[in-house]
């Protein structure tokens, strides 16, 4: 799972998921050699409400990973816990 917010909305009151790691939206297509080793496996996609995530999620498609985006992101995982 990757967060696609900024450091601080990933350590803030929204907090994150245990387990996924940060990387911001404006960072991706630089970071994008990070990813290779999970290029065979699903990748999921996190932001605050799901759009920044969304976005990240046809960049990655784009460039052949498999990747999903978590919709309405941690605003509803904070709902539903």
């Known amino acids: ?3 696609v ?3 601080d909305e990933f350590v803030g009151k929204l907090g994150h998921i245990k387990g996924s790691f940060l990387i911001p939206l404006n960072e991706l297509p630089q970071r994008l ?10 990748i999921i996609m996190v932001c605050r409400s799901g759009n920044r ?3 990240a999620t046809v960049f990655l498609n ?3 990973f498999n ?3 978590m919709v309405g992101g941690m605003i509803k995982w904070n709902m539903t816990k």
Not at 33 to 42: A, G, I, T
């Open 53 to 55: 995530s969304g976005q």
């Open 62 to 64: 784009n460039n052949g």
């Open 5 to 7: 917010r900024t450091l």
């Open 1 to 3: 799972m990757i967060d």
């Open 33 to 42: 050699q990070e990813l290779e080793k999970y290029k065979n496996e699903e």
């Open 67 to 69: 990747a999903r985006n």
